[in-house]
C-alpha cells in the first residue's frame, strides 16, 4: 500500500504541476523530474504522503505490537527470578498485575486491544499518533527520495536510459541504511512513549515525548538514541535492497501488460 500511495502522489504531482511545461521563475525544482533535484523533490513529498497516510492506518497495530513485546520483556525477566511454580500472592493491582506469565491481559493481539479501549477508549488506540506521523511521513520520504536520487545518479552516470536490478540494489540498500540512521531516534522515542500506555499516569515515566528526550540525553548522550541500530543496519542493505529490486521487476511487468510506459 505505500509503494501505491507513493506512485499515485507521484502521478499527481505531475499531473497537476503548475509549471509542467515551463520552467519555475524561482529556480526551483519542480515535479516534473527534469533534473535529479526535482526527482528528490517529488520522491520526498510523494513518500511523505504515503508515510502519513500508512502511520494514521497502522497506529492502533504499531501501539499493540509495542505492548506485547513489552509483555515478552516481563515474561523473561519473570521467569529468570523466580520458579514458574511460584504463584504470586492475590493482588488488587489491576491491569498490570502479574503471574509468573507476565501480564494477564497479554495473551494475544486481541486481548491487548481489549485492555487498550477499556482503559484508554477507543481514542487510546491512536496513543503516540502524532510521533508515529512524524517518523513515518519524515521517514518514509527520506526512504524513497534516497532511492529514487541514488537510483537517477546511477542512471545519469552510466547515460542509460533505463536502470536494471544491480541499480536497484544499490539505490535500495542505500536507502534502507540512511532512512534508519536518521529516523531511529524518532522511532525510539515514539516506542518508549508507546510502552507505558497502559501504566496509571502517576507510574509514567515520562510525560511528554520531549521529557523522553531530555532523559535520554541526559543519562546516555547521542549515543543512547542508537542503541540497538547496528543489528538494523546489518540488514537493512540487503533487504530494503531486494525490496526494489522486487518492487521493480513487478512494476515493470505489470506496465508491460497493461500497455502502458514505466
Known amino acids: 500500500m ?57 497506529c492502533p497495530l504499531e501501539l499493540i505490537k509495542v505492548q506485547m513485546q ?88 552510466t547515460g542509460s536510459d533505463t536502470t536494471g536490478p544491480l541499480t536497484h540494489m544499490l539505490a535500495g540498500g542505500t536507502c534502507g541504511v540512511v532512512s534508519w540512521l536518521l529516523i531511529f531516534p524518532v522511532d525510539l522515542v515514539k516506542s518508549t512513549m508507546q510502552s507505558q500506555v497502559l501504566k496509571p499516569k502517576d507510574a509514567q515515566e515520562f510525560k511528554g515525548a520531549w521529557q523522553c528526550v531530555v532523559k535520554i540525553h541526559s543519562k546516555l548522550g547521542l549515543s543512547g538514541f542508537y542503541r540497538g541500530i547496528s543489528v538494523s543496519l546489518i540488514r537493512a542493505f540487503p533487504i530494503h535492497g531486494l525490496n526494489f529490486v522486487v518492487y521493480e521487476w513487478a512494476r515493470s511487468l505489470i506496465c508491460h501488460l497493461a500497455g502502458q510506459p514505466e
Open 70 to 157: 513489552l509483555a515478552n520483556l516481563l515474561n523473561k525477566d519473570i521467569g529468570a527470578a523466580a520458579p514458574a511454580t511460584a504463584l504470586p500472592p492475590a493482588s488488587n493491582s489491576g491491569s498490570w498485575r502479574q503471574h509468573r506469565t507476565g501480564p494477564r491481559w497479554a495473551g494475544s493481539n486481541l486481548s491487548v486491544c481489549r485492555e487498550i479501549v477499556r482503559h484508554k477508549g477507543v481514542f487510546g488506540l491512536y496513543s503516540g499518533i502524532g510521533l508515529h506521523v512524524v517518523r513515518d511521513a519524515s521517514g518514509t520520504a527520506i526512504y524513497f527520495a534516497a532511492y529514487e536520487t541514488v537510483k537517477e545518479t546511477l542512471r545519469r552516470l
Open 2 to 58: 505505500s509503494f501505491s500511495v507513493f506512485e499515485r502522489t507521484k502521478k499527481w504531482l505531475r499531473r497537476h504541476d503548475p509549471y509542467k511545461h515551463s520552467a519555475n521563475p524561482l529556480g526551483l525544482p519542480d515535479f516534473q523530474r527534469r533534473t535529479v533535484g526535482s526527482v528528490a523533490v517529488t520522491a520526498g513529498f510523494s513518500g511523505s504522503i504515503s508515510g502519513a497516510v500508512i502511520a494514521a492506518l497502522c
